[in-house]
């Protein structure tokens, strides 16, 4: 789970998502949060609905940390003050929307059609939504050099195509009744109502309320600010303009017409989930389901004007400037992650380390004043061989010769043969003892591996 969830940037793993996404390009953006976070869902699919099934403790714990991710993307995103880096963070507070309604598909047993459903969908719904968002974001990036919320100001002013696409993108993912967003976010609160847990339901309501309120604020930056220069005219080509607008062009149908195209997508993903199938034609534009999309948009709106508007947006005499909503300290891979790594579990690596060593030559050193007790006699010379010996015999002759002409005064008093044959003995050691290592036999093995791959090579 937590393997999976890290590719999906599940809490407490998400930390590489906002950093990946602001320094990629806005295609590549668009791939890594629309497609490539499904995979890591798609592995937590088979987890939770196959292989965990129906295990309710560990349902319970995907729901925790659904719901986690879920409130800390909101507020992440909500504080960002860089594109990119708001819809990076989007992108981890929408897959704890998927992960919450993955939870209820084991919790809710064999009435989990609903939740099945509005968990499928919104894994589309967002990559709809992401793609379309990524390259507008790299429509402005492209065209101002930055992402920085007070350097696009007013960008969007009068660039129609643009306007209409972001709108759409940002009113589909915040779930407004008549576009695809609110289907799925739809199908999902009503599992959570029949989970019949009051706290999540509202953690749930209020993660859609951030969900509007960040791109509110993005929208109002790039559409409603005053520019500080002079208004830059996007020209693009059709090739670009293709994927910012069509999957837009796919949420208000896929949303005003849900029992037709949204119920019968979600059929096609029923056996993967192994869930039920639905009895009946949901009523999405009951009074209930949209008073619960209300609720939500309003938490949205009342969260902008607190939050950014408070808080986040300053008047001054050059104009209006956005802060960053969180201090730069407070970073989980700053505080916990690079400390715990490179501080805190090499010092408990090398304390334990430590006295293993200890103890090893501990045990060494009384077993050699015990059972296995030093010689003290000197050892006997070692013979060395024919060839060291008169290697030996003639250093001996030159330190006889050193002796009487310039080391009168210091005399070497060494004997050549011994020391050599002493220093064959210890190379002959030394080699026994490499030759029965496990490197040298991982040597072996590198070396005889490269050489087939080498032979391989050669017949090809």
């Not at 020209?235 to 949303?255: E, I, N, R």
């Not at 050599?420 to 490197?439: C, D, H, Q, R, T």
């Amino acid at each position: 789970l937590l393997g999976f969830g890290a590719k999906a940037s599940l809490v407490p793993f998400h930390t590489w998502l906002p950093k990946a996404h602001p320094v990629a390009p806005a295609p590549a953006s668009a791939i890594l949060s629309a497609i490539l976070t499904k995979t890591g869902m798609m592995g937590m699919i088979v987890v939770v609905c196959d292989i965990m099934f129906p295990s309710l403790s560990f349902g319970r714990l995907v729901l925790m940390l659904g719901t986690v991710t879920m409130v800390l993307g909101g507020i992440l995103a909500l504080a960002a003050n860089e594109l990119k880096r708001t819809l990076a963070c989007s992108t981890m507070s929408q897959i704890g929307f998927i992960t919450v309604g993955l939870s209820l598909c084991i919790l809710l047993g064999e009435e989990n059609a609903v939740a099945m459903s509005g968990t499928f969908l919104h894994m589309i719904n967002h990559t709809l939504f992401k793609i379309s968002l990524f390259c507008l974001a790299g429509v402005v990036i492209k065209q101002t050099g930055t992402g920085d919320l007070n350097e696009i100001k007013g960008f969007g002013r009068g660039k129609i195509l643009l306007h209409i696409g972001f709108l759409l993108g940002a009113m589909g993912i915040s779930g407004v009744p008549g576009l695809n967003g609110y289907i799925s976010k739809t199908l999902l609160h009503e599992a959570l109502v029949e989970l019949e847990s009051p706290v999540f339901e509202w953690l749930f309501l209020i993660s859609g309320g951030l969900t509007l309120a960040y791109m509110l604020k993005l929208y109002i930056v790039l559409f409603w600010e005053r520019a500080e220069g002079e208004a830059k005219p996007v020209k693009l080509t059709v090739f670009t303009w293709f994927p910012c607008l069509l999957p837009a062009l796919c949420y208000p149908f896929l949303g005003l017409f849900p029992n037709m195209v949204m119920d019968k997508l979600a059929d096609y993903g029923r056996a993967f989930f192994y869930a039920a199938g639905t009895e009946g034609h949901i009523r999405y534009f009951s009074i209930e389901n949209v008073k619960g999309s209300l609720i939500s948009i309003a938490i949205g709106i009342v969260l902008y004007l607190a939050v950014v508007r408070v808080f986040q947006r300053r008047k001054q005499a050059e104009g209006v400037l956005y802060r960053q909503g969180l201090p730069g300290w407070l970073d989980l891979e700053k505080m916990l992650y690079r400390p715990v790594l490179l501080r805190v579990l090499p010092c408990i690596g090398t304390f334990f380390s430590r006295i293993l060593d200890w103890f090893v030559d501990g045990t060494v050193l009384l077993l050699r004043r015990t059972i296995y007790r030093d010689n003290s006699t000197e050892e006997k010379p070692v013979y060395g061989g024919r060839l060291i010996d008169i290697l030996g015999e003639c250093m001996n002759v030159l330190r006889n010769f050193w002796n009487l002409t310039f080391g009168r005064r210091h005399p070497v008093q060494k004997n050549y043969v011994v020391a050599f044959a002493g220093y064959k003995k210890k190379i002959s050691l030394y080699g026994e003892m490499l030759s029965k290592s496990v490197s040298f036999g991982l040597l072996m093995f590198a070396f005889g591996f490269v050489l087939t791959i080498a032979y391989l090579i050669y017949l090809i």
